[in-house]
C-alpha cells in the first residue's frame, strides 16, 4: 500500500487504471489538434470553396464537402471531449478503490506521537483531506500542459508555414508565462499550508456552530454570536493569506496573456496585406486568426492553471511522501488476540517520560504494582500524569524510560495483538458510533466469539434493557440521524453504551479515563458505583481528579508532579492527612 503513496500523480494514475489513462491522454493529444490545425483547414477550404462559388466559377454542390468536413470536425471536438470526461471519471473511481484506503490504512498505522503532535497533524491533514482529488487534478494539469504544447505547436507550424516570422514573435511573449505560472502555483499551494491553521480552527468552530450535539448548549447559553465572530476571524485570516498571493499571481499572468493577446492581434493585423496582396488565401487567414486567438485563450487560462496545478501537484506529492515516511507503530493493524494472557501484576519500576518534542518529564520515577483482581484508583490534578500512564499501559507511546513489567514481561515486548486485548479503556471522550446499537457494542470484542448472546448479557449487565426497549428497531436501531431510521440517545445512554463494550471485552484490565467528566460530581459517582459492582473480581483502574469513586478502591494511587506521591486506601490517606486528604476535604462539599 506504502507504493500508492510514494509515486508521483502520472504513475499513481497509470498505476490505478492504466488503460483508461493511456486513452485520456491519447484523446487530450488528439483533441488539442482538432480545434487548431484541422478547424483551420477546414475553416479555410470552406471560406475559400465558398468565395469561388460566390464568384460564379464553380458550382454551389462543391461546398458540400468542405461544409461537411467543418461540421465533421466540429463534432469531433465535442465528442472526444465527452469521452475525455468519462475517461477522467474513471479514474478518479479507480483512484477512489485504490489511494484513499492506502492513504486510511497509512493513516490508521501511525505512531500516536503524530497524532498528538500539532505540525505533523497539519501535514495528516493536508493530505487525507482529498487526496483522490489532489492526484486528479495534477495527472489532469499534466496532460492539459501536453495538450496545450501539442496545440500551440500545431499552430506555430500553421503560422510557420505562412508567416515565419509571427511564429516566433508570439513565442518570445509566452515563454516567461510559464516560468510566471511554475511560480505561481508553488506559491499557492504554500499559501494554503500556511493557512492549514486557520482552516483547522474555522472547522472546528463551524462545527460548534452547526453540529447537532451542541444545539441545546447553543440555545441554552447563545454562544452562536461569539462563535461565528472567532469564526469569521480565523476564516479571515486564512482566506486573506491565501488571496494576497493569489491575486498578485492572478494579475500577473493574465497581465501576461493580454500582452500576448495584443502582440497577436498585431500580427494579424499585419497579416491583412499579404491577403490584399494575393500571398495568403482568406479562408487561410481566418483560419489562422481563429486558431491563434484560440491558441492565446488557451495560454491566458489553461497554460497558467495548468502550470500552477502541476507546481501543486509537486508540492501535494512532497507532503504525501512524507506523509508515507512517517514511523508506524509495529502491530497497529493487528486484531487483538481472541484470548488474552492470564497475569498476576503490572509493574513500572522508575518510569520516565515526556512528550515527543518536549523537554518537561510529564512522569519522573514512577513505580507502582497493580496486582490482578483488584480495583485501583489514580487521582491528582489536571496534568499529573494519570492519563499518560494509560498510554503508556496501552502502547500508545513506547519512548518510556524505566521499565513496565507484566509478570517479568517487558511491555514493549508483548506483541501488539496480545496488548490490544489485555486492556480494555473508555477514555474521557469514548467514541459514539453512527451504527446500529448491536455493532456500537459488538466493537468490544473483535473475535466475534458467541457475540449475540454475550452482547444480550452486557445489555443487562450495563442497564440498557430499557433503553433498547425505546428503540424502534432494538438492538438493530442505528444510533444518531447518519443512517436512516436512526434515533438519538442520551448521553447517560451513551455512556452505558460504552460500559456495555467495555463489558463485552475480554480483557482482563479495564480502566476508565474520566468518561463521566462531564457529568455532575454525584453523577459520576453513581456511574463509578454500577461500574465497580459489574467489574468485581476484574482488574480495574479508574482515573479521575475527582474523588467521589475513591472509596470503591483497594488502594488509591495519588499522582503529583510526575510521581506517585501518596498511595493507599481511602482510610490510611485520610489519616495521613497529606495530599489525599486536602484534596478530598475540598471536593467534600459537592457530594453532600
Known amino acids: 500500500m506504502l507504493l500508492w503513496l510514494r509515486q508521483n500523480v502520472i504513475k499513481t494514475a497509470f498505476r490505478a487504471s492504466p488503460v483508461s489513462a493511456a486513452l485520456f491522454v491519447l484523446l487530450s493529444v488528439v483533441s488539442a489538434v482538432i480545434p487548431t490545425v484541422l478547424t483551420a483547414l477546414a475553416t479555410a477550404n470552406f471560406v475559400d470553396t465558398a468565395a469561388v462559388i460566390l464568384g460564379g466559377t464553380r458550382p454551389r454542390g462543391d461546398i458540400t464537402a468542405p461544409l461537411v468536413f467543418l461540421l465533421l470536425t466540429m463534432g469531433a471536438q465535442y465528442t472526444v471531449g465527452a469521452v475525455v470526461s468519462l475517461l477522467r471519471a474513471r479514474i478518479g473511481m479507480r483512484l477512489q478503490n485504490t489511494l484513499r484506503p492506502a492513504v486510511v490504512t497509512k493513516h490508521a498505522a501511525l505512531d500516536f506521537k503524530h497524532i498528538e503532535n500539532a505540525e505533523s497533524w497539519e501535514l495528516i491533514s493536508r493530505v487525507s483531506a482529498n487526496p483522490v482529488a489532489s492526484v486528479l487534478e495534477g495527472f489532469g494539469a499534466y496532460v492539459m500542459f501536453a495538450q496545450l504544447l501539442v496545440g500551440v505547436v500545431s499552430v506555430l507550424i500553421l503560422i510557420v508555414s505562412q508567416v515565419w516570422w509571427a511564429a516566433f514573435v508570439i513565442l518570445a511573449f509566452s515563454v516567461p508565462l510559464f516560468w510566471l505560472s511554475v511560480k505561481a502555483g508553488k506559491k499557492n499551494y504554500q499559501a494554503g499550508r500556511d493557512a492549514e491553521k486557520f482552516n483547522r480552527r474555522t472547522w472546528y468552530l463551524d462545527w460548534l456552530l452547526v453540529g447537532r450535539e451542541n444545539i441545546e448548549e447553543r440555545a441554552l447559553f447563545g454562544y452562536g454570536e461569539d462563535v461565528a ?19 498578485r499571481y492572478f494579475f500577473i499572468t493574465k497581465g501576461g496573456s493580454l500582452i500576448i493577446a495584443l502582440i497577436s492581434l498585431l500580427v494579424m493585423l499585419i497579416l491583412i496585406q499579404p491577403v490584399v496582396g494575393g500571398v495568403l488565401s482568406a479562408g487561410m487567414f481566418m483560419g489562422i486568426v481563429g486558431a491563434v486567438f484560440g491558441m492565446v485563450n488557451q495560454i491566458g487560462w489553461n497554460l497558467s492553471y495548468s502550470l500552477e496545478n502541476i507546481s501543486k501537484a509537486g508540492e501535494f506529492v512532497k507532503d504525501l511522501r512524507t506523509f508515507a515516511g512517517l514511523s508506524e507503530a509495529p502491530g497497529a493493524s493487528d486484531l487483538p488476540d481472541p484470548e488474552p494472557m492470564e497475569f498476576s501484576a503490572i509493574t513500572f519500576r522508575s518510569v520516565r517520560f515526556k512528550y515527543p518534542g518536549t523537554d518537561v518529564y510529564v512522569l519522573d520515577g514512577v513505580s507502582f504494582t497493580l496486582e490482578r483482581g483488584k480495583h485501583y484508583a489514580f487521582v491528582g490534578k489536571n496534568g499529573a500524569g494519570k492519563t499518560t500512564v494509560t498510554k503508556l499501559l496501552t502502547g500508545l507511546y513506547p519512548e518510556y524510560e524505566g521499565e513496565i513489567l507484566i509478570d517479568g514481561r517487558e511491555l514493549r515486548s508483548i506483541q501488539p495483538g496480545a496488548l490490544k486485548a489485555f486492556f480494555s479503556v473508555i477514555y474521557q471522550d469514548y467514541a459514539k458510533y453512527a451504527i446500529p446499537l448491536r455493532d456500537n457494542i459488538a466493537l468490544g470484542d473483535a473475535s466475534g466469539a458467541d457475540t449475540d448472546a454475550r452482547i444480550q448479557g452486557a445489555v443487562a449487565q450495563a442497564g440498557l434493557e430499557g433503553t433498547v426497549s425505546e428503540l424502534k428497531d432494538g438492538l438493530a436501531t442505528p444510533l444518531g440521524k447518519i443512517l436512516e431510521g436512526g434515533q438519538d440517545i442520551s448521553g447517560g445512554q451513551w455512556q452505558r453504551v460504552a460500559i456495555a463494550r467495555s463489558l463485552l471485552s475480554r480483557a482482563p484490565v479495564k480502566i476508565l479515563d474520566e468518561p463521566t467528566a462531564s457529568l455532575d460530581p454525584v453523577s459520576e459517582s453513581r456511574i463509578y458505583e454500577e461500574f465497580e459492582k459489574l467489574m468485581r473480581g476484574k482488574t480495574t483502574v479508574f482515573i479521575s481528579h475527582r474523588l467521589g469513586s475513591t472509596k470503591l478502591a483497594d488502594e488509591i494511587l495519588v499522582f503529583s508532579e510526575g510521581v506517585v506521591a501518596e498511595r493507599g486506601p481511602h482510610r490510611e490517606l485520610m489519616e495521613r492527612s497529606g495530599l489525599y486528604t486536602e484534596m478530598f476535604e475540598s471536593q467534600r462539599g459537592w457530594y453532600q
Open 229 to 247: 465572530r472567532r469564526w469569521e476571524e480565523q476564516y479571515e485570516a486564512g482566506r486573506i493569506l491565501q488571496l494576497r498571493v493569489r491575486a
